[in-house]
């Protein structure tokens, strides 16, 4: 199939709300990241959703709404602290599990008797579910193993073919995928950390527990299902690197220059002044930047044909825990630890 690429604009999202109304597949910009958008309410449309990732079926998608009319079609009851949370961080980077009512297909919640949701804030986003009238649902718009898409450019590059139309927004304000909050278990678990920071997120409910799967931990189940597949995972190796700055710049340029194959750095601003690595890619001089910046570097990473990719860890505060558990993910957890061992 033809791919369209269009300009976010009056025209453009029409276009896409009557390709999402019709039942086709659209890639609409959001806050966090691109999602791959079907009629939350046609399962064959959402089945579709599943081929072009190649996603496994038994991984939910979330659905996306404008206002809580959509919210009441399709959960039972909103938990005093469900409401409490949307009052605080709707619209914007929050996921809510919750428990469904009957009409959610089960193609969305892959058989759960919940649903995840969330009320994006990006204007056009909010556009199209609106003149589409129905809840989108929508998994970021990658190639299923891939990192998450912050431009149209990396949707194009993932999706060309597959899907009827990319929406171009420009880049993704906060760059990672949202929070996902679990309110229909007691207490309310994190399952993925994102663009609402768990300082945020106790400052409505300070039992908050966190699944130690997060930061690597293994566990036997874990609490959401997509949390099972590698993620988020250039093609090269790649090592994070933790501990003082001297230190951390001896470590990886020694590793550098050992390495007998293309190797990429990725830094905070002002790490590697000068280095042998092939490619170094900035991550900027704070975590917000960090975050809208990650997974283009990791893309990058791959255009370039890149093997060996070292990275700098950088802290767990504020949105930084979302920025650490992409990038371990990214590394499948081979984290070097310079302070550990004295
Ligand atoms: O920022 C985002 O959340 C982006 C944009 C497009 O909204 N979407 C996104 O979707 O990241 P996706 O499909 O890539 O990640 C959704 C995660 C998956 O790990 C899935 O397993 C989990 O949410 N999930 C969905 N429904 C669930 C449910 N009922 N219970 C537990 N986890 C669920
Ligand atoms: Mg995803």
Redesign the pocket.
């Given at each position: 199939m033809d791919t369209l690429f269009l300009t976010a604009n009056e025209e453009g999202i029409a276009k896409a709300a009557e390709t999402i109304r019709n039942g086709g597949l659209c890639a609409l910009p959001?806050e966090?990241?691109y999602?791959l958008g079907a009629n939350g309410f046609d399962a064959t449309a959402v089945k579709n959703i599943f081929a072009a990732k190649g996603r496994p079926q038994d991984?939910?998608?979330?659905l996306?709404i404008a206002d809580f009319t959509m919210l009441e079609e399709l959960v039972e009851e909103l938990p005093p602290l469900a409401q409490k949370m949307a009052d605080a961080f709707w619209p914007g980077?929050l996921?809510m599990?919750l428990k469904r009512k009957p009409c959610v297909p089960d193609v969305v919640?892959a058989g759960?008797d919940?649903?995840?949701i969330?009320m994006?804030a990006d204007p056009v986003m909010q556009a199209v579910i609106r003149q589409a009238g129905v809840p989108i649902a929508?998994?970021?718009a990658n190639r299923s193993g891939k990192p998450?898409p912050t431009t149209a450019k990396h949707v194009l590059d993932d999706m060309d073919g597959r899907i009827d139309l990319i929406l171009d927004g420009g880049a993704c304000e906060i760059g990672l995928?949202?929070t996902?909050v679990?309110l229909a278990s007691t207490p309310p678990a994190l399952?993925?950390p994102?663009g609402i920071t768990l300082e945020q997120l106790r400052m409505i409910s300070c039992d908050i527990i966190i699944d130690p799967a997060l930061m690597g931990v293994a566990t036997e189940t874990p609490?959401?299902?997509?949390?099972k597949y590698r993620h988020y995972a250039p093609e090269g190796a790649v090592t994070v690197v933790d501990g003082e700055k001297e230190k951390v710049v001896a470590y990886i340029k020694n590793a550098i220059q050992k390495a007998e194959t293309k190797t990429a750095i990725i830094a905070p601003d002002g790490y590697f002044l000068e280095t042998d690595a092939d490619l170094v890619l900035s991550l900027g001089d704070s975590a917000t930047s960090a975050a809208q910046r990650l997974f283009a570097a990791l893309r990058a990473c791959d255009d370039a044909g890149v093997k060996r990719i070292y990275a700098v860890d950088c802290g767990t505060k504020g949105i930084g825990l979302a920025l650490c558990n992409r990038l371990y993910k990214a590394a499948g957890f081979q984290i070097i630890d310079l302070e550990e061992d004295l």
């Open positions: 959001t966090t990241v999602g991984n939910p998608l979330i996306h980077p996921t599990i919640t759960l919940t649903v995840a969330r994006p929508a998994p970021s998450s995928e949202s996902i679990n399952l993925r994102g609490l959401a299902p997509g949390m």
